[in-house]
Structure formats: C-alpha cells, structure tokens
C-alpha cells in the first residue's frame, strides 16, 4: 500500500505557518540553489581539496621508496574518502535547499528553514535595518538582513540560512539564491513603501475620554 506524504502539508500557504492577513500579499517566494548552497556554506570545494592534498603528500613521500604503482595505492584510500565525504555534504546541501522557502510580501520577509528543526522566521520590514546583497557568478547570491533592536536570533538554529561568521547578531539571510540582483530589488522596493507608509493608530475620541 502507498501513502503519498508531505511534511508541509499542512501549511495553509507554502513557506508560511498561516494564511497572509487582509492587505498583505507574496511578491516573490523561492529557495536556495543547492550545488551553490553546497559549495559556499558547507565548503565543498575546500574538503575536496584537502583530501587531494593528502592523497599527493602521500604518493609524493612513497613514490620514492616504494615505486610509483604502490605509492598511488597507498594514496587512492584518501580519494574514495574525499568522495564519500563530498557526497555525503553534497546531500546535506540538497535536503537543506529542498526544505527552504523563502518568501517576500509587501510587508515581510519570511524564512521556513531546517531539515530536521523546521522553523519559520518572520520578519517585519519594520524590524529590518539594512540588507546586504553578496552577488557572485552565474547570478546566485546572498541577501542578509541586519535586525534592528533586540531581536536576537541564535546562529545553529539558523544556519546555513544566516551570513557566514556573524555570530554576535545573527544576520538570517536568504542564501544562494537564484537572479538575487533582482530578488534585491524586490525586496528594497516593498520595504521602502512599507516603511514609508502612514501607520495609522486610533486615538480615543473626547467622547471616551470624558466617559473615563
């Protein structure tokens, strides 16, 4: 018998814990790249080379003691290792994107994130001081959003959705995604209107007053 499963199944909209309150609606929603999100926040190519490094340091030392043929012998163990390594990262890289969506509304940022910790991040344009846009290559990149105030957010929990290194505040970030320059600009244009736009309070009328 087969059961057809989604663990976000019961998200009333993808990416977010509730529906979108009357007035708010999603400008753009998408999730990182995961050969990028693989290479830059788990260090691919870095474990690969090390243990390329440590293949030819050991052929290098054997090679004139023991002949070319055992000393590549001798030195092949450290390749399968790397392999298996690089797989098993490229893995974490693939389910970590997989169960990331990010989204912008016209008066948010909001992140679900983690595999095994799923957690949902919601972010006023409000609480936002600044972002960052880190571009690379092929238009990837990573915008990082510096939080105003107090709001603190712990870096494991996070990670890899945060600005690499930035421990003491964490800066959630929406990593390797897709056409950033133009994610950027979305995001600019919203959170300047939303900021720029009149937050309209009741103010008790003389009415009330008097009746206290």
């Known amino acids: 018998m087969h059961h057809d499963h989604d663990d976000f199944a019961v998200e009333p909209v993808k990416g977010l814990p509730e529906r979108p309150p009357e007035g708010e609606h ?37 090679a004139d003691q023991v002949g070319a043929v055992i000393a590549f012998r001798a030195s092949f163990p450290f390749i399968i290792l790397g392999a298996i390594v ?8 693939w389910v970590q994107a997989r169960a990331a969506v990010y989204t912008i509304t016209n008066r948010r940022v909001a992140m679900r994130i983690g595999a095994a910790l799923t957690v949902t ?9 600044n972002a960052g846009l880190d571009l690379r290559r092929g238009g ?11 709001t603190r957010l712990s870096y494991l929990v996070c990670w ?15 990593r390797c995604i897709p056409e950033a320059e133009r994610v950027a600009h979305i995001l600019a244009e919203a959170a300047e209107a939303r900021v720029s736009t009149p937050q309209l309070q ?8 008097a009746a206290e």
């Open 26 to 62: 999603i400008l753009w929603q998408g999730r990182p790249n995961w050969w990028a999100l693989t290479r830059e926040s788990l260090s691919l190519y870095w474990v690969a080379g090390y243990f390329v490094a440590l293949a030819v340091w050991r052929f290098v030392t054997m």
């Open 140 to 150: 990837t990149g990573t915008i990082a959003l510096e939080l105003m105030g107090e």
């Open 160 to 174: 890899p959705h945060v600005r690499p290194w930035v421990m003491r505040r964490t800066q959630p970030a929406l």
């Open 202 to 209: 009741r103010q008790p009328t003389a009415a009330s007053v």
């Open 86 to 93: 690089c797989a098993l990262l490229m893995i974490v890289g």
């Open 121 to 129: 991040l919601n972010l006023p344009f409000t609480q936002i001081r």
